[in-house]
């Protein structure tokens, strides 16, 4: 017999209505395993979920059998919170999903009590009811799925922000020290920071020390150079330490060209440099003569 | 029709850019920019563009633009303030203002202009870029 | 992908490509876009806008705010000019070159999270961009 389920309707919308009492105590004694996590979620909460879910379900499955219609909107933005809120809470994907699958032998139950002398009837129903089931049970897997991407993705953003700091060398003398990767997100993370420190510390100039930077390619060399370049449309000029006499060769081996970005082997010698161009200048005291210092 | 003012201090010329200029109104800049360096014999312009939000590919080709004619006619030009999130959109579109000399604000801005035009060129390395 | 509100302003004038700046600004800075996100998209618009005035000889722009799953903004600048003869060389720019004399786009696509554009000679074009938060 062909199933064209479109087109069928479910008599869930009054076989609930009938059994109400009798699924909600089986769907949550079926819980009772691993998927309650009383340490993370009430019961009477839970109750309170399963009571609204199954509302919900009798009245979208009066009208339709499609998962993804419109009559089903009210459904699936329950289980959105729902899957977002375990995600938070820390339950498992499994336990999430769980939580929708284990209705199903309750409503079977239902169903063979109500439908059970119609053998056709009742195995239509059931087959009906599995495919709603699986689909609601589908999209809250992918709703938690997506909660814990968006989780991964913040704390991989707040990870970026740790990792470059920007350091007040002298008055004006900005250092970043690089450790790791330069790849796309990490560059635009390193040039807002940079360039909001430039502006708070009215720095005028920044060195950059790559010595932590374990490759140098055209592609990192394109990363530094925007880096520097946005520095000196605001007015700071860079200076790029840690030049590894490899990274030398590779630079032009690869043909890479800095422009006239000066680059240095040492943060030191990169920091003298930077205090002549922030107009300064050391003296080292005369032991005779009384001492000029700056 | 409106003007952006240009204001004059000794032999420098002040520009402060605060509005979301129209394409016409730049070029106006430009132009009158360029008249003003010549009648006054300027040797400097400063233009402060740090209340401007955005900087659009016209914007930045003007820049570079009044840059470039103001060294034809022997005076340089500082762009001063641009703001952190200006300066990363700018290099994301691709646009450098090579010849445009920036500094951070006004005050560092004149003192670069006051140096180069008094041949000082040591206590600034400012980011001049050719 | 849900839809919150879509906005069409025309893009005519010089006055406009300011406008459509505001609008697009207004809309990120709802949505609450960072300071920097909120200036990419802009600036794309005010290239993608002036593509359309100067290039395209005149269009329009939709705006459209999304919301769901992701927050973003979703542009689509459509003329019915000349149309681009040649779509990837118009995409390709050097990033040191800087002189801007191209039709912008390569850089406007750097702005953005997504970027298509449509064209046929004779016909008009069609750029379409997102920029998500």
């Known amino acids: 017999m062909a199933t064209t389920l479109n087109h069928k309707t479910s008599n869930l919308g009054s076989i609930i209505p009938q059994r109400r009492d009798a699924i909600l105590s089986g769907w949550l004694r079926d819980m009772l395993g691993s998927t309650r996590r009383t340490d993370l979620m009430k019961e009477s909460e839970l109750q309170t979920q399963c009571q609204q879910f199954l509302s919900l379900l009798e009245k979208a499955t009066s009208q339709s059998t499609n998962t993804q219609s419109a009559v089903y909107e009210p459904l699936r933005e329950m289980l959105s919170d729902v899957s977002r809120t375990r995600a938070l809470q820390g339950f498992s994907a499994r336990e999430t999903a769980t939580f929708i699958f284990s209705i199903k032998q309750p409503l079977f139950t239902a169903i063979r009590e109500i439908l059970g002398k119609d053998a056709e009837t009742m195995a239509d129903e059931m087959w009906l009811t599995t495919e709603i089931v699986d689909g609601l049970g589908l999209y809250t897997t992918e709703a938690y799925l997506k909660t814990r991407e968006e989780t991964i993705r913040r704390q991989q953003e707040e990870m970026l922000e740790l990792s470059t700091p920007v350091v007040k060398l002298w008055e004006g003398i900005l250092a970043l020290p690089l450790i790791g990767t330069l790849d796309s997100a990490r560059t635009q993370v390193?040039?807002?920071?940079?360039?909001e420190a430039i502006v708070q510390t009215n720095?005028?100039?920044?060195?950059?020390?790559?010595?932590?930077?374990?490759?140098?390619?055209?592609?990192?060399a394109q990363h530094l150079l925007k880096t520097v370049t946005a520095a000196r449309l605001m007015g700071a000029d860079c200076i790029i330490s840690g030049v590894r006499p490899q990274i030398a060769q590779t630079i032009v081996?690869?043909?890479?060209?800095?422009?006239?970005?000066?680059t240095k082997a040492t943060l030191s010698d990169a920091f003298s440099i930077a205090i002549q161009r922030a107009g300064f200048k050391f003296f080292r005291p005369q032991k005779r003569e009384s001492a000029e210092e700056k | 029709m409106e003007k952006i003012p240009?204001?004059?201090?000794?032999?420098?010329?002040?520009?402060?850019?605060?509005?979301?200029?129209?394409?016409?109104?730049?070029?106006?800049?430009?132009?009158?920019?360029?008249?003003?360096?010549?009648?006054?014999?300027?040797?400097?312009?400063?233009?402060?563009?740090?209340?401007?939000?955005i900087v659009d590919s016209f914007i930045g080709r003007m820049l570079g633009n009044i840059a470039s004619m103001s060294r034809v006619l022997d005076a340089q030009t500082v762009v001063v303030g641009m703001q952190p999130a200006v300066a990363i959109t700018l290099v994301e579109l691709g646009m450098s203002l090579q010849g445009v000399r920036t500094a951070l604000n006004v005050d560092a801005g004149m003192e670069l202009l006051r140096n180069s035009v008094n041949g000082h060129e040591a206590s600034e390395y400012g980011s001049y870029f050719h | 992908m849900a839809v919150i509100s879509t906005e069409t302003l025309k893009v005519v004038s010089e006055a406009d490509i300011v406008t459509v700046r505001r609008c697009v600004r207004e809309s990120a800075a709802t949505l609450g876009f960072s300071l920097v996100d909120q200036t990419k998209v802009v600036t794309?618009?005010?290239?993608?806008?002036?593509?359309?005035l100067i290039h395209g000889q005149g269009g329009q722009m939709e705006l459209a705010t999304l919301n769901g799953p992701r927050v973003g903004i979703r542009l689509i600048f459509e003329d019915k000019g000349p149309g681009i003869p040649d779509i990837?060389?118009?995409?390709?720019?050097?990033?040191?070159?800087?002189?801007?004399?191209?039709?912008?786009?390569?850089?406007?696509?750097?702005l953005v999270n997504e970027f298509a554009v449509q064209s046929r000679v004779g016909e008009g074009t069609k750029v379409t961009v997102t920029r998500w938060k």
């Open chain 3, 44 to 52: 794309a618009a005010s290239e993608l806008a002036r593509n359309t």
């Open chain 1, 190 to 195: 390193v040039m807002e920071s940079l360039l």
């Open chain 3, 88 to 110: 990837d060389l118009a995409l390709r720019d050097g990033f040191t070159t800087g002189s801007g004399l191209g039709l912008g786009l390569g850089g406007a696509k750097r």
């Open chain 1, 203 to 220: 720095s005028k100039v920044a060195i950059i020390d790559i010595t932590g930077v374990p490759t140098v390619d055209t592609v990192v």
């Open chain 2, 6 to 53: 240009i204001l004059r201090m000794g032999e420098f010329l002040l520009v402060t850019i605060q509005v979301d200029m129209h394409d016409r109104l730049a070029m106006t800049l430009q132009d009158d920019l360029t008249n003003r360096i010549s009648e006054t014999g300027a040797k400097g312009v400063l233009i402060d563009i740090s209340s401007l939000e």
């Open chain 1, 253 to 262: 081996h690869l043909g890479i060209n800095l422009l006239d970005i000066t």
